[in-house]
């Protein structure tokens, strides 16, 4: 079965350094997703990407975080400057439409550990 | 607006016996609702989802959950508990905004 490819698997950096996570969807599936998952949560939306547009970017820190999709392919999800509150797993995920029923496909994540 | 409370942070079952896991959801439109499952360090994976139509909704691995709007709940069952079940459970809904909201999570132990 196809799978939603994430890397780095896991990161350490220190506060105040940039970071960035990859994401590569399912082929085909147009709609994709970065969620943030604090240990002992569950996963809160930060971005919703359609095609290359921003559908939703309302929880998401605009301050340090950005997203992009440029191609409507895979995806960037950054951090500047990193704060210890980040630490976190950043998990993304795709599906074939948006709305309705269609279900989300996630990757492996990225866990993220701030010092 | 939607929401989702699982209750229950941690479940302890032994080996053989009965998986409840209770989700109670709040929606102003019909949801859809999902479960979903998370082992240590992965991504989570679809185990069922209820759309509409039937309200006993079987999914993978043995699992199975019912709708009831009455009681605006969507728990999660299985009658036999296997070790590889150990896991962490996520319910889900998504009603008109097209955002999929995630409950807390409900951590499952099982005894051997």
């Known amino acids: 079965e196809a799978e939603v490819a994430q890397s780095p698997r896991y990161k350490i950096t220190e506060k105040s350094q940039a970071v960035a996570f990859w994401c590569d969807p399912i082929?085909?599936?147009?709609?994709l997703y970065w969620y943030r998952q604090i240990l002992g949560q569950g996963p809160e939306l930060l971005v919703q990407?359609?095609?290359?547009?921003?559908?939703?970017d309302s929880q998401l820190p605009k301050d340090r975080f950005s997203a992009e999709r440029l191609k409507g392919v895979d995806s960037t999800l950054k951090i500047q400057p990193a704060e210890l509150g980040d630490s976190a797993m950043y998990l993304c995920?795709?599906?074939?439409?948006?709305?309705?029923?269609?279900?989300?496909?996630f990757g492996n994540g990225t866990r993220l550990t701030v010092t | 607006a939607q929401s989702v409370t699982q209750l229950g942070s941690h479940v302890s079952v032994s080996e053989g016996a009965l998986v409840l896991l209770r989700c109670n959801y709040s929606?102003?439109?019909?949801?859809?609702l999902f479960w979903y499952v998370q082992y240590p360090n992965q991504g989570l994976q679809l185990l069922l989802k209820?759309?509409?139509?039937?309200?006993l909704v079987k999914g993978i691995n043995g699992f199975e959950a019912e709708f009831k709007k009455s009681e605006t709940s969507f728990h999660l069952t299985k009658p036999s508990a296997h070790m590889s079940d150990a896991a962490e459970y996520f319910c889900?809904?998504?009603?008109?905004?097209?955002?999929?909201?995630f409950g807390k999570g409900t951590k499952l132990s099982v005894i051997p």
């Open positions: 889900a809904v998504r009603a008109g905004s097209y955002q999929l909201t």
């Open positions: 990407f359609q095609d290359e547009s921003v559908v939703d």
């Open positions: 995920a795709s599906s074939y439409r948006q709305g309705d029923n269609s279900p989300l496909h």
């Open positions: 082929s085909g599936h147009a709609t």
């Open positions: 209820y759309t509409t139509g039937a309200t």
């Open positions: 929606s102003s439109v019909p949801p859809y």
